[in-house]
């Protein structure tokens, strides 16, 4: 609503400006008048000059064009001078007119009053627009005061001449034109022309310092500073605007927003200091606000519409914010998993890095050993006879154990035991005491008793022994085609083992770089852990604010417009209406046109 009504403001300040300036209150032209002003003959003048430049010598539109010029005189004197622009686009020669005016005079053209009885005028128009102007006394439906004070005392615009201080300017709009209602409910109220009025005032820079402006716009072009007021004097009234409650709460309790009476000004305030003060003349402006611009402001039907869309649109945001909190709990739940199964993960990584590395070590040992194995194995292969020769050393071998075996059965057939030799010593010796037999032979006989006998235990020996030596050289022929097959065995085995033990060095590093990485993802799931749990706690919050704000402000919003708006749309449709009837000043024919300018100049 606020800005419904600053917008209108901004509207009324543009066109004061602009109508300000259309009025000749600025530039070289506008200091010119303000001299001519000193010289009270010249006002009438200054009226004629004006519509004299302003007005050509045939229109092509109907209508008519009133200005009003009120010259308020620093005494409290005052003289209304009405001035009209009667149009003929038709090239008529006999005009009928309508103004209720004394002393009328033609200002421009040689047009002539042919009849006026109680303000009905007929003109001798001679084809052409009609420029004329006259006086009244009749009051103005608006009016504008200015009051001065000089370092906190009241002074009149005369007695400031000369003088130094700080000066306050208040500039004070009346609009005593109003009409009374009835409301849907029955209550009677009163709504006023909706009159914008605007002031301007040319300020010396040389005597006019460190000028502001309230309810107004400061321009200084580095010699003069003109100043332009705006009002709406009756227009907060006429809308009820102190009866809307911006707060959009129904709670009696609660404080209610109020809008401001100095929102929609009906006053300008204007501060400056003074050295040896001029004669300050102040030019207002003030005519019928047109609200068609503005209807649409007001257009009930589309904004309720709108209202609609607006809590549609905000009851769709806060289940997608229930959608988007549920969504964002399962990814949490999601994340937290995968954060306990990354934890695992890379302890299970660390500990095969661990592993890996202490395989990629033992398997290089084995491949160091499995090789030296194979070099052994390859020289013992190469120093084992062919199949051949181990066949024909078995078979050498079976002979000499056959040769053995007989040997053995021999000397177990005539054995040669330590008695018989005994008793052949006893023999022998005897034969030898009876000189039968030398002492020598029998010795060499004993001996060979006793070489037999050791030969015996020699047999014996060696056929124990060979049997053993023919087992192994009868398996020799298996053991050297083993001892190849071990041989081409020993170098496969150290060919895997050295694949083993790259492919154990390879697996080493991997696992390290596997180690490193879960130990990332489980660093980075902590971190999305964290970021998802923030996500969920932010989810939450967005839900709980949106459904917050729709609670306390778009409820209360769609309340204050439904509540407040429509009844403002209401005045603000009779005040249109009531707009739409207002003619003109002086008096203005029914069937033509009037579009009336009320011009203060206060000196």
């Not at 917008?7 to 004061?16: E, M, P, Q």
């Not at 053995?404 to 021999?410: G, N, P, Q, V």
């Amino acid at each position: 609503m606020k800005e419904n009504i600053k917008k209108i403001t901004a509207v009324a300040v543009s066109a004061a400006f602009v109508f300000a300036a259309l009025t000749g209150c600025g530039g070289k032209k506008a200091d010119i008048a303000v001299k001519e002003e000193k010289d009270a003959k010249t006002e009438e003048s200054d009226v004629d000059k004006a519509e004299e430049m302003a007005a050509p010598e045939h229109s092509s539109t109907s209508g008519k064009n009133e200005t009003v010029y009120i010259i308020k005189n620093g005494d409290g004197t005052k003289k209304t001078i009405v001035s009209e622009w009667l149009k003929n686009p038709s090239g008529s020669s006999v005009m009928n007119d309508v103004a209720k005016l004394e002393d009328i005079e033609v200002v421009k053209g040689d047009a002539k009053l042919e009849k006026n009885e109680n303000g009905n005028i007929t003109w001798n128009a001679s084809g052409a627009d009609i420029y004329y102007k006259g006086t009244t006394l009749k009051e103005s439906p608006i009016d504008v005061d200015i009051t001065y004070t000089l370092d906190g005392s009241k002074i009149t615009s005369s007695e400031l001449k000369g003088k130094s201080g700080h000066l306050v300017i208040e500039i004070n709009y009346r609009n005593t034109m109003s009409k009374t209602l009835t409301d849907k409910e029955g209550k009677e109220y009163k709504i006023y022309m909706p009159f914008i009025m605007s002031t301007g005032m040319i300020l010396d820079n040389s005597k006019f310092i460190n000028v502001t402006a309230k309810n107004g716009e400061v321009v200084n072009d580095g010699e003069r500073t003109m100043v332009m007021g705006v009002g709406f004097p009756g227009l907060y009234d006429s809308l009820g605007l102190d009866t809307i409650d911006l707060s959009g709460s129904k709670d009696d309790e609660e404080e209610t927003e109020k809008i401001d009476k100095s929102d929609i000004p009906e006053s300008v305030t204007v501060e400056c200091d003074v050295r040896d003060c001029d004669v300050i003349t102040a030019l207002t402006v003030g005519k019928v606000f047109d609200l068609d611009n503005l209807s649409k402001e007001f257009n009930m039907e589309n904004l309720n519409a709108d209202v609609d869309d607006m809590t549609d649109g905000m009851k769709k945001l806060i289940d997608g914010s229930e959608d988007l909190h549920s969504g964002i709990g399962k990814v949490n739940k999601g994340v937290k998993t995968l954060q306990k199964g990354s934890k695992t993960l890379s302890s299970g990584a660390n500990t095969l890095a661990k592993g890996a590395k202490k395989l990629s070590s033992g398997t290089a040992t084995l491949a160091s050993g499995a090789k030296e194995l194979s070099d052994g194995m390859a020289k013992l292969s190469g120093a084992m006879p062919s199949a051949a020769d181990a066949k024909k050393l078995a078979a050498g071998s079976t002979q000499i154990k056959n040769a053995i075996d007989s040997m053995y059965s021999a000397s177990k057939n005539a054995p040669v035991t330590d008695k018989e030799t005994d008793a052949v010593s006893a023999k022998l010796y005897k034969l030898v005491q009876a000189g039968e037999l030398d002492a020598d032979t029998m010795k060499q006989i004993v001996t060979v008793y006793k070489t037999c006998q050791g030969l015996e235990k020699g047999v014996n020996s060696i056929h124990g022994g060979y049997g053993s030596i023919n087992k192994a050289v009868q398996a020799y022929p298996q053991l050297a085609a083993g001892i190849g097959n071990a041989a081409k065995g020993a170098k496969q085995v150290a060919s895997g083992a050295q694949t083993v033990s790259k492919g154990a060095k390879d697996l080493s590093t991997g696992a390290s770089k596997l180690a490193k990485g879960a130990k990332n993802l489980s660093n980075g799931t902590g971190t999305l852990a964290d970021g998802t749990e923030k996500l969920l706690k932010g989810s939450k919050d967005l839900k709980d604010g949106l459904k917050k704000f729709d609670d306390k402000a778009v409820d209360k919003v769609a309340s204050l417009i439904r509540d407040n708006l429509s009844p403002l749309s209401d005045r603000f449709e009779a005040l249109k209406a009531y707009s739409k009837t207002y003619e003109s000043f002086a008096g203005n024919d029914k069937a033509v046109e009037c579009s009336t300018v009320f011009v203060f100049k206060n000196a």
